[in-house]
């Protein structure tokens, strides 16, 4: 009897440990996950944009020191159309090994999944943020002459001559969008709003031919123009000013509560597990706070702004709040 029980015994410690093992080879076990990354295995990127643009360029400067980090490559991959909607899309399904991440940037990827007619196959929860890069604070800019010099100013003025002020935005619900509809929102004001639905560049030309009065667009879009002499930013959509504009006030300083900012970060899809995301979450802090990407990251004309996972998550959440209560009114006008 006592022989019977052992053999029985055994015979199931055996087939827990196979299960375990087949379990850790099929990258599940916890010793898959300690082993992470496995030498010789690259890691993807996906970047929802063109090469070249904002985020694209931001990634290119961080994935040769991740490389380092993290002891295998690590290879930046653009996956672009539908506004950003494709490459999110790729990144909310790849799968969860930590073998596959992506940038993820607002408002697109806020918005996109509060919009039925947009049709995105992803939300917020498709992500685990991993790391915020930087931000790109809304600002509000006149011509050199304007009468216009502070943002009481401009509010004053929309409140004076509601809708004949007229002012860009790159489009239906795009950053500029909402944060102009919050400003009249919470101050009563009204502008003419006039949308480029082929970008800065086209709201540029508007502004700069004088068919349009007031141009609101990203901080980096406006910094080569200031510095030439052809407009004035007159405030900043941020809890802080900006080193590119440090003379010029905030909205918050002023009285108003609009904070509207494009940020920057990196995501995983959801499910990876956590002693994978966490070694992730520990090279990208050290690498977007090293002074010199610091400094590369102020080349290009972006403000480095780190933030942990868990802050950047609580940051996306807000923004999510703060557009679903703005989307019935974008859609009015």
Known sequence: ???????????????????????????????????????????????????GGPADSAARLVAPELEKKLGTSIQVVNKTGAGGQVGYTATARAKPDGYTFGG???????????????GAKFKRTDFRPLANQVIDPQVVAVRPDSPIKTPKD?????????????????????????AVADLERKTGAKYGLVHFSDGSAQAMTAFLGKHVDVYVGSASDLISQAEEGDLRPIGIMDTKRSPFFPDVPTFKEQGFDVNHTTIRGYSAPAGVPDAIAQKLEKALSEVLQDPKIVAMIKELGLEPRYMSGKDYEAYWAEQEKNYTSLLPITKEK
């Open 154 to 178: 401009f509010v004053e003025a929309g409140k004076k001559d509601p809708g004949k002020i007229r002012v860009t935005t790159t489009g239906l619900q795009t950053g500029e969008h909402f």
């Open 1 to 51: 009897m006592k022989l019977r029980r052992f053999a029985a015994v055994a015979s199931a410690g055996l087939l827990v440990a196979g299960l375990s093992a087949c379990a850790q080879a099929a990258g599940g076990g916890k010793a898959a996950d300690e082993n992470w990354p496995r030498k010789g295995k690259p890691i993807e990127i996906i970047i929802a944009f063109d090469p």
């Open 104 to 118: 993820t940037g607002s408002p697109s990827v806020v918005v996109a999944p509060l919009d039925p007619a947009r």
